[in-house]
């Protein structure tokens, strides 16, 4: 049997509807249950980004080259992304533990940190303005150094729960599937400040080039024609999703998955982003030579 695989008591695929409904009510609610706070959180994120979308139709002003709402938005997909993984992480963690004042303390601290952000990038933009790097007032410089503890307390939110995983021997994954989400949350605070922490410092995340977000690839908005810092912060903060899903393909393609295979790719995965770090640091695009 493949030991990546999550054992689950029924499988949730279904040819009938009515099953598959009924199951994935059953899903929410469970996940709901196990971190409610941060599950509304989610549901309130994903409702206030369609009058951000909106915005990006109708509203003609550009930032940096671009139309102004297009960070927010960027912002608003990265940020539920991250609160709806720590939704399904928080089902591995003990019960009693989810229960604890301590915990609904700290997840409350999350949760505001993370409203702050949406605030703080959102109200930038509503004013025209941008909110990363933005020190040219003392209310706007004063917002940043807030921005940035606060940045470091939702993102230790994925340290917090990948420790209390590590922790719990009942989770029910298998030995390789556990080891790869608590150590992927780990790593995922530990990458992240340090590429976060290099670009505060430098005040921008261009490196050389003509720092205009309008010479950059399609999608992710890197920087073609000089070093971003955005992309070691991708890597870093994609962490907690990548390694578990390494697991579950190679599961797949070598029908098993030992913890060697684990930690050898949750190590190259975190070379690859330091090194992306240093490329950008050197104001080289992402993979210069190789990417056109």
Known sequence: MNNA????????????PAQFIARSKHFFKSAYADAPALSALTIIMVCLMVPKLGAMLI????HNGINIWIKPVKFDVA???????????????????RTKTWFK??????????????????????????????????????????AGFGAVTLTSG???????????????LSDTMHLSIWLSSVLMFVLTVITA?????????????????????????????GGDLRV???????????????????????????RTMVLAFAILYSLFTLYTLWEAS???PFLAGIIG
């Open 232 to 258: 070691a912060h991708f890597f870093a903060s994609h962490i907690f999703h990548a390694l578990p899903i390494f697991v579950l393909i190679a599961g797949y393609v070598f029908k098993s998955v030992n």
């Open 5 to 16: 695989i999550i054992v689950m008591n029924k499988d949730i695929s279904t040819n009938n």
């Open 197 to 225: 922490s290099y670009m505060s410092t430098s005040l921008s995340h261009f490196v050389g080039g003509n720092m205009l977000d309008t010479e950059s690839y399609p999608i992710m908005g890197w920087a073609k024609d």
């Open 158 to 172: 994925a340290l917090v729960f990948g420790i209390l995983i590590a922790r719990n021997k009942h989770t029910g």
């Open 59 to 62: 509203d003609t002003r550009l």
């Open 282 to 284: 050197q104001g080289l």
């Open 105 to 146: 303390l700290f997840t409350a601290a999350v949760v505001i940190s993370i409203v702050y952000e949406q605030i703080w990038i959102g109200g930038a933009a509503a004013f025209g303005t941008s909110s990363h790097f933005n020190v040219a007032t003392p209310l706007m410089g004063i917002a940043y150094t807030i």
């Open 79 to 97: 940020l539920i992304i991250y609160t709806a993984t720590l939704v399904i992480f928080a089902r591995w963690i003990p019960q009693q533990t």
